[in-house]
């Protein structure tokens, strides 16, 4: 399917363009930061190698797989992603059935070409994470493969991860919960702008499913607002909304099964909460803000209520103002092997990552333990890398969207729209 760029879109706007000159200091600010901060770009021959092996002879593995796993390829399935996504590690597939719902999240067998006894494993401990930078991507795990056999996508037999959920129509919660591996085949590949397309037009295929899956998350996320997990984006398109409940959902479904029905380690994500004190000075900041208040009914005994309530009516201007404020005296998230304290956030009592393995090595991880249910012998080593990894990927990024702004070079609209080098006659003529 392709579409007409609407005329105000990004892509419409084109690419931002920078010069040559300016590309080189970009470069050399990369490479800087790099170094400060431990972080590999590329990748060494060995991992290259191995990754270049595993994607050879792959449709005759995925039809060996079939008679150890479940066949969901006649489920309907797709992916929902950015336009410029270049791996897809995430389908769902959803059903309604008498008093619930059915919800599948597929997520892509990573464990399955990496595992403890390869190179690759080896090189995404040392990495820990995916550094996203404006327009430059520094990957955990070898594109060749990430990109190939490990991307769910369209049209093509795929070793899965599944987590399938039977959801309570009333109370939204788990009335059970399944987790194997699978083979599936994604009927289709959409962007969020083709997700808010399907679920527009009731002609066009996939139009029933997205519609329901949205009735699902729409509930699933008022609810979660209800019960106090901050929503520091409450002004999300619906296609954004269908992902991040359906993802959130499945972590806590592997995590709640790793926890209260296996009682085994794993790599947790807990979320500390700010002091009363803290709470009190973003409150105050927020209230202090023009065009912004916190309604009355709001100032109860969860600040988190607060903040959801001052979002819903601030206007558009004052939503980052909020987020900083907020964000400011709340403690960093961390992995480790046991959820005590929970995800204040979230205000889950047990959270963990599961739905981006390729991404993550938390995720990577935890798809190990929930195949193999073991842990790592060293799973506290592996927590504390990969919070200090991720703390430092964000350092990088932030400083790098510095470098950009004090170039003249806007982070947002390269990340929205690429970046393309030019000559500086050229660039004299661009508008």
């Known amino acids: 399917m392709t579409d007409e760029p609407d005329p105000g879109s990004a892509e419409a706007q084109g690419p931002v363009t920078i010069t040559e000159e300016l590309a080189e200091a970009l470069a050399d600010k990369r490479e800087e930061l790099?170094?400060?901060f431990g972080i590999n770009d590329g990748f060494p021959p060995e991992v290259i190698r191995e990754a270049e092996t595993r994607t050879e002879g792959v449709t005759q593995e995925i039809q060996d797989e079939l008679d150890e796993r479940q066949d969901l390829r006649d489920l309907?399935?797709?992916?929902?992603?950015?336009a410029d996504a270049q791996d897809f590690d995430d389908a769902i597939s959803i059903k309604r059935e008498d008093g619930a719902y059915r919800l599948w999240v597929h997520i892509a067998d990573v464990t399955h070409y990496v595992n403890p006894e390869t190179?690759?494993?080896?090189e995404a401990v040392q990495r820990a994470n995916t550094v996203y930078l404006p327009g430059y991507t520094i990957h955990m795990l070898p594109p060749i493969l990430a990109e190939t056999v490990c991307s769910l996508v369209p049209q093509e037999d795929r070793l899965a991860h599944t987590v399938e959920m039977e959801i309570d129509d009333e109370t939204l919660s788990f009335e059970d919960v399944e987790i194997y591996k699978s083979v599936i085949n994604s009927d289709e590949r959409l962007t969020y702008n083709e997700c808010e397309e399907r679920l527009e037009n009731e002609d066009l295929p996939l139009h029933a499913e997205n519609t329901l899956a949205f009735e699902l998350a729409d509930r699933m996320h008022e609810q979660r607002k209800e019960d106090g997990s901050l929503v520091l984006n409450p002004r999300r398109d619906r296609a954004h909304t269908i992902i991040e409940e359906s993802m959130l959902k499945a972590n806590k479904a592997v995590t709640h099964t790793?926890?209260?029905?296996r009682g085994v380690e794993a790599m947790y994500r807990v979320h500390p909460q700010p002091t009363p004190d803290q709470w009190n000075d973003a409150l105050k900041e927020i209230q202090e803000l023009n065009g912004v208040s916190i309604p009355g009914q709001a100032w109860g005994d969860d600040p988190r209520l607060a903040v959801n309530a001052a979002?819903?009516?601030?206007?558009?201007?004052?939503?980052?103002k909020i987020q900083r404020a907020v964000?400011?005296?709340m403690p960093r998230a961390k992995y480790m092997n046991d959820p005590f304290g929970g995800h204040h956030a979230l205000n889950f009592d047990i959270y963990g990552h599961f739905t981006s393995p390729i991404r993550r090595l938390s995720d990577l991880i935890n798809h190990w333990i929930v195949h193999e249910n073991d842990v790592p012998e060293?799973?506290?080593e592996l927590c504390d890398r990969a919070s200090d990894k991720q703390k430092d990927g964000e350092t990088v990024e932030r400083l790098y969207k510095q470098f950009m702004e004090e170039n003249g070079i806007d982070p947002h609209a390269v990340n929205n729209r690429g970046?393309?080098?030019?000559?500086?006659?050229?660039?004299k003529h661009t508008v």
């Open 76 to 82: 309907t399935t797709w992916t929902t992603d950015p």
């Open 34 to 36: 790099f170094e400060e």
């Open 378 to 380: 060293n799973l506290v």
């Open 119 to 122: 190179s690759m494993w080896e």
């Open 419 to 427: 970046m393309e080098v030019v000559s500086e006659e050229e660039a």
């Open 327 to 329: 964000l400011k005296v």
């Open 311 to 320: 979002l819903e009516e601030a206007p558009d201007r004052q939503l980052n």
């Open 258 to 261: 790793l926890m209260w029905d």
